[in-house]
Structure formats: structure tokens, C-alpha cells
């Protein structure tokens, strides 16, 4: 159980596209769902957390006119890295709660801007 | 400042040895602490959560204890497999918060 889908695992594009990543939690409603970044051998860093049906509350230092955050549904959140850039290229991971000590994580996307 | 401290940050073992990693925090209040295996690109998956009131859990080959006065967690695997090679890392929640605290992890190397 408490599985969360991530897609794509993968993605390759162009400097000044927009990139968007899917979130969706499988066998479970998700009442909150976060949005984490991980560069090589560091941390996972929060970016941002959202709840279903309400806007996303950012981390300090994160744009969110950069990163754009859905959380349409119980089950499904997006996060869209708007005129991606090189410096935009990372391991961006979510995870999905369905209770304060259950945080469940996707197997993460590797974005990679040319 | 809420902080997570993961030691060692790399360690080579040989299969079928143990091992134990250490983890201190200065996360206040706290909540529960969490240790996780994350595979080289993959997401983080859970082995075990603890709370203020327990001092040890073990998940199969993994055990880890919880002191809370100290502020000290370790992470101990028993007769390691090369599978058990990933990053662990240990993971501090604050009470009253949904926040998680993250490590920076100790790349684990099991080889043959």
C-alpha cells in the first residue's frame, strides 16, 4: 500500500521550455503532498507543500511564479518548472501524506535543461 | 537552528558484515525521527519511524534506536547484502509541524 506514482523519470529539454511533473498517489487520498529538489550528494530540500484545493505554500527562496504548484485532487499534484534553464536541472522528488507521521515517496524525475 | 547530522558520510563494508550509522539532531520540539534507503535515482523509501517514547525499532535486518535525551539515533544492519547499498538517511520531524528535517545522508557500499 501507500504507493506514489511520479512521471516522467526522465526528461530532457531545451533551455526555455516548460517542463510539467505529475504526482499521484496510487492507493491512497493524499491530503497534503510535497515538492522536493535534491542535488548530488546533498539533501532533499523542500520547496514547497500544497493542499488539495488551496494554494501552495513555498519555501523560503523558491519561486513560485517559477515553479508552479497544482493540487487539483486528493490524488493528483503538478509541479511545472516554467522557462526551465540549465541551472533549473536537478532530482525533483514528491511525497504524499495521508497522515502527520506518513509522508510517502515518489521515485523522483531527473530533469535535465540543455 | 533545526539541524540533522549524519555520520559517517561514506562507508565501505564487506557483504555479510555489520554495520552502524550514526545520526545526531538539535530539532526542537521534537516529533519523530525516521530513517530512510534511497537507491541511487530512485525516491526515499521508509524503514522505520520512531517516536519520543520509543527508544528502538527494527524493520528485518535493520534496527535503529532512538535517544532522545541526547538527541542521538543510529541505524544498525545486520549481516549486510549488496543490496543494502544506497544512501540512508535520517529524517527529524518537529512537533507541530509537517516539515521533515533531512540528513544529509551516509552512502553505504556493500561489496563482495
Known amino acids: 500500500g501507500a504507493v506514489v506514482s511520479q512521471h516522467p523519470s526522465r526528461v530532457i529539454c531545451k533551455s526555455g521550455t516548460s517542463v510539467k511533473i505529475e504526482c499521484r498517489s496510487l492507493?491512497?487520498?493524499?491530503?497534503?503532498m510535497f515538492w522536493y529538489r535534491q542535488f548530488p550528494k546533498q539533501s532533499l530540500m523542500l520547496m514547497a507543500t500544497?493542499?488539495?484545493?488551496?494554494?501552495?505554500?513555498?519555501e523560503q527562496g523558491v519561486e513560485k511564479d517559477k515553479f508552479l504548484i497544482n493540487h487539483a485532487s486528493l490524488t493528483l499534484s503538478t509541479l511545472t518548472v516554467t522557462s526551465a534553464h540549465p541551472e533549473d536541472s536537478s532530482f525533483y522528488i514528491c511525497?504524499?501524506?495521508?497522515?502527520?507521521?506518513?509522508?510517502?515517496f515518489g521515485d523522483g524525475t531527473r530533469l535535465s535543461i540543455l | 537552528k533545526n539541524q540533522v547530522e549524519q555520520s559517517p558520510q561514506s562507508l565501505i563494508i564487506l557483504e555479510g558484515k555489520n554495520c552502524t550509522l550514526q545520526?545526531?539532531?538539535?530539532?526542537?520540539?521534537?516529533?519523530?525521527l525516521r530513517w530512510y534507503k534511497q537507491d541511487t535515482g530512485r525516491g526515499p523509501v521508509s524503514l522505520t519511524i520512531?517516536?519520543?517514547?520509543?527508544n528502538t525499532k527494527s524493520n528485518g535486518r535493520y534496527t535503529a534506536t532512538l535517544d532522545a535525551d541526547t538527541k542521538q539515533s543510529s541505524l544498525h544492519i545486520t549481516a549486510s547484502q549488496l543490496s543494502d547499498s544506497a544512501s540512508y538517511i535520517c529524517v527529524v520531524s518537529a512537533r507541530g509541524g509537517t516539515a521533515l528535517i533531512f540528513g544529509k545522508g551516509t552512502t553505504l557500499s556493500v561489496s563482495s
Open positions: 520512531m517516536t519520543f517514547s520509543e
Open positions: 511525497s504524499a501524506s495521508d497522515g502527520p507521521l506518513a509522508q510517502h
Open positions: 492507493d491512497f487520498q493524499a491530503t497534503t
Open positions: 545520526c545526531n539532531y538539535t530539532v526542537s520540539p521534537f516529533s519523530n
Open positions: 500544497s493542499n488539495e484545493g488551496s494554494k501552495a505554500t513555498y
